[in-house]
C-alpha cells in the first residue's frame, strides 16, 4: 500500500505498511483499485456526456465510491470489493452504449482491465498512487482528486435531500478522467486544481441550499453537554437526513439522542431543535471516540466519517452501526432507503432501549449556530464592535480536529489570542476551543461556530459580506487572517474553495499535506502565500499583534 491522503500519514511521507487511521494494507489496495475503476468510468461517462446522452448511474456510483475512500470513512474490504465489481460491470454497460453511438473511446487500462475478485489484490499493486512517476504531476492529481473526494461527500449529503446539480457530477468525472491522461501539463493541472476549488464552493452552497431549506436556518442556540436519565443514541458523521429520521423514529420511545462530534451542528436547526428528545452533544471531536462510547452506553451510528478502529476488548463495539458509504468490519450497516422510503433504524432503537443512560462526562452548556443568516441578522452589531475598534480581527480556525499531541497549538493559539479577536470556526476543529472560557465582545460570543465543516461556506459568505459593508476591493483587506487545521479530504476542497475565492495567506496546519511535493508546496507559497504554523506565541506575535 501506499497512502499519503490525510494529515497524519506516516512519518510525513505516507503509510506504507499499515495507515496511522487503522486501515490495512489490502483495504488501502482495493481503495486504489476502486479509484482505478472509477477513473474508466469517469472517462467513458465523460465522453457520453458530451455525446448528449449523460450517464446518470455513473453520478452516484462515482459520488459514493469516492466518498467510501475518505480517510476513517470505511474499513471494510469486501464493501470496497463489492463496489469494484459493480463498478467493472457499470463501466462494461457504459462502454457498449458508447460503442453502439459510435463514440471513439481513448486505449487505457482504466477501460480495457477486466479482472474477477481473485485478481484485485495482484492488479491493484499496479494501479496505486505512485503509478504516476513524476512526483509533481503526481502531486497535483492527487490533491484535484482529493478535493474531488470531498466535493463528492458534500454533493452525496445534498443529494439525500433531493438537492442535485449536473454540472457537479459533470465536473466530478471531467477532472477524475483528466486524472489519466499522460499527456497533461503541469500548468493544465493547476489550473483543474483552481476549478476544482470553484466547484467546491458550488457544492459546498448546494449542500448549503440543501441542509437550509430543509430544515431552517441555524439559529444561535445554548447546546446541552450534559445528559439526561433516558437511554440514548450517538449520532455521528455529516448526513442530517439520517438525523432527520432518527429523531422521526425514536420520538416517544423513551430513546435519547445525542450528537457526537460533526453531528454537533444538528442542534442549531429549527426542524432539529423541536424534538424534546433531542437532549444535546455528547463528548467531543471523532478521536475521542474509544473512551467517549465506552461511557456512552447506549449505541452510536456513524452516518459518515471519521470511526477510529475499536480497541479489541471495547464494549461498544457490537453496539456500532454504521451507514451510506461508512463502514468497518463487524459493525452493522443500516442498508440505503429506497426510492421515496425511509431508512429502518428500529433494531438501533431496541438495542438502545435495553442499554443504560449515558455516563455523564461534563456538564453545562454550549454555544454555536452563526451560520451566515444568523451573523447577517447580527451584522450591525458586528460591524458597529468592527468601528469602534472593540473587534480587531477575526481569525478563520475552521477545518478539522485530530489526535496528534501537535494539534494543542490550537487551544493554545485560542487562548493566547488578544480579547479583540473573535475566532471563525467550521468543522470539528472547534472541539479544540469552544469549551474554554473565551468571553465575549459587547455580547459578541468571542468563538462563533458555523456549524460542520462544510459550512465553511457560511464563513466565506460573512467574509464576502463585510467586504461589502467596508466597501473593499478585496478580500485580502479584510482585517481576516486565515488559520486553518486539516485532517482529511473534505478540508482539502475547503481550502481549494477558499483559494479559488481569491483568499490569500492561509497558515495550515498542523502540517502541510504530505501529498505535495516541494515544487507544488512551492507554487502554493508564491501564489497564494500559503504558510505552516510555528508556535502560537510566534504565530500570533507576526499575525495579529
Ligand atoms: Fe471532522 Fe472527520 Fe468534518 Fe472531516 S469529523 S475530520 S474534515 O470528517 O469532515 O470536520
Ligand atoms: Fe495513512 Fe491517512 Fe492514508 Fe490512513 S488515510 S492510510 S492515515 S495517509
Known sequence: MFCYQCQEASKGIGC???????????????????????????????????????????????????????????????SISARVTEGLKLRNDLIGKAVAAGIALPKLEELSWNGNESEYESKSASVGVLRETNEDVRSLKELVIYGLKGMAAYAEHASKLGFEEEDIYAFIQHALAATTRTDISADE???????????????????????????GN???????????????ILISGHDLKDMEELLAQTEGTGVDVYTHSEMLPANYYPAFKKYKHFVGNYGNA???????????????????????????????????????????????????????????????????KKCAAPTEIEHGEIIGGFAHNQVMQLAGQVVDAVKSGAIKKFVVMAGCDGRMKTRDYYSDFA?????????????????????????????????????????SY????????????????????????????????????????????????????????????????????????????????????????
Open 16 to 78: 506504507t505498511i499499515k495507515g496511522v487511521c487503522g486501515k490495512d494494507d489490502v483495504t488501502a489496495n482495493r481503495m486504489d483499485l476502486l479509484m482505478f475503476v472509477m477513473k474508466g468510468i469517469a472517462v467513458v461517462a465523460e465522453k457520453l456526456r458530451a455525446n448528449g446522452t449523460p450517464a446518470t448511474t455513473a453520478n452516484h456510483f462515482i459520488t459514493e465510491g469516492l466518498f467510501s475512500t475518505i480517510t476513517n470513512a470505511n474499513f471494510d474490504v469486501n
Open 189 to 215: 493541472l493547476t489550473a483543474l486544481v483552481l476549478e476544482t476549488g470553484s466547484f467546491g464552493v458550488k457544492t459546498m452552497a448546494l449542500l448549503d441550499k440543501a441542509n437550509t431549506t430543509s430544515y
Open 218 to 232: 441555524p439559529e444561535v442556540t445554548k447546546v446541552n453537554i450534559g445528559v439526561g436519565k433516558n437511554p440514548g
Open 286 to 352: 471523532w478521536w475521542k471516540q474509544r473512551e467517549e462510547f465506552e461511557s456512552f452506553n447506549g449505541p452510536i451510528l456513524f452516518t459518515t466519517n471519521c470511526i477510529v478502529p475499536p480497541l479489541s476488548g471495547a464494549s461498544y463495539k457490537d453496539k456500532v452501526y454504521t451507514t451510506n458509504a461508512a463502514g468497518y468490519p463487524g459493525f452493522k450497516h443500516v442498508p440505503a432507503r429506497k426510492e421515496g422510503g425511509t431508512k429502518d433504524f428500529s433494531e438501533i432503537i431496541e438495542v438502545a
Open 415 to 455: 487562548t493566547q489570542l488578544p480579547k479583540d479577536n473573535v475566532i471563525l470556526t467550521a468543522g470539528c476543529a472547534k472541539y479544540r476551543y469552544n469549551k474554554l472560557p473565551l468571553g465575549d465582545i459587547n455580547g459578541i460570543p468571542r468563538v462563533l461556530d458555523a456549524g460542520q465543516c462544510n459550512d
Open 458 to 545: 457560511s464563513l466565506a459568505l460573512i467574509a464576502l459580506k463585510l467586504k461589502e459593508v467596508f466597501e473593499l476591493q478585496d478580500i485580502n483587506e479584510l482585517p481576516i487572517v486565515y488559520n486553518i487545521a486539516w485532517y482529511e479530504q473534505k478540508a482539502v476542497i475547503v481550502l481549494l474553495a477558499l483559494l479559488s475565492l481569491g483568499v490569500k495567506n492561509i497558515h495550515l496546519g498542523p502540517t502541510l499535506p504530505a501529498f505535495l511535493s516541494p515544487n507544488v508546496a512551492n507554487v502554493l507559497v508564491e501564489n497564494f502565500g500559503i504558510s505552516s504554523i510555528r508556535t502560537p506565541e510566534e504565530d500570533i506575535k507576526e499575525w495579529i499583534l
